[in-house]
């Protein structure tokens, strides 16, 4: 009996290929905005990094920082088309009111104690996370009204925020060794002027490095 070999179903295969193109692209295209999205954590975790964290605090606040960016675009992608113009507008506000409390917190800890400031970042994981998390409510919305899936989002966002602030930290980190062999200068009133005063800059409408939009 001889046997022929088959022919190879190929019918199916462009259909197939598109899909698995069309996923791809998908995906680095929310990475790609997940990136962008993750500038503002990265710029106040290399403000962050002047306290000198340790890499297991650095990491349990970055983690924190994902997880709030990754809620912040199921709530969009939810319910956020009832609120997506408000929150367009309101974003930096809450972000710049975020930054500047921490900031004055950090100053005023500084002055007035000769102990750390914020030594284990627990008022950095309290008081900013939320603040700098509504951008991603404003982009959760969008891609709730685009028909986005509430699911992909959230994690890709989360994740990169997650990188991005480990990174900042220890850039950050790294340039405030170097500070440190200054004398006379107070790492921690440093860090919380340069906080206050990136709010005075978006205050003033000023666009900060590593912005976006």
Known sequence: ???????????????LVMRRSGEESLVFGLLSLGFVLSLDNFRSSLVLGGLKPTFPQSVKTSAIFGLWDGVAP??????????????????????????????????????ISPKRADPDLRWARFGLPIPLSVD?????????????????????????????????????????HFIDFIPKINLDLVTGAMFAF????????????LSYG
């Not at 404003?138 to 009204?145: D, I, K, N, T």
């Not at 685009?146 to 790294?174: C, D, E, I």
Request: net charge positive; hydrophobic share 60%.
């Open 74 to 111: 199921v709530v969009g992608i939810l319910i956020g088309h009832l609120l997506r113009d408000k929150l367009d507008d309101s974003a930096d506000t809450v972000a710049m009111i975020g930054l500047g409390i921490y900031g004055v917190f950090l100053i005023v800890r500084a002055v």
């Open 198 to 209: 990136m709010a005075v800059l978006m205050a003033l409408g000023v666009t900060l490095p």
């Open 1 to 15: 009996m001889l046997l022929v070999p088959r022919k190879p179903d190929i019918k199916g295969q462009p259909a």
């Open 136 to 176: 991603n409510v404003a982009a959760g919305a969008a891609l709730g009204v685009a028909g986005y899936s509430p699911w992909l989002a959230p994690v890709l966002f989360g994740v990169m925020t997650f990188v991005m602030s480990v990174a900042g930290h220890q850039v950050g980190r790294t340039v405030a």
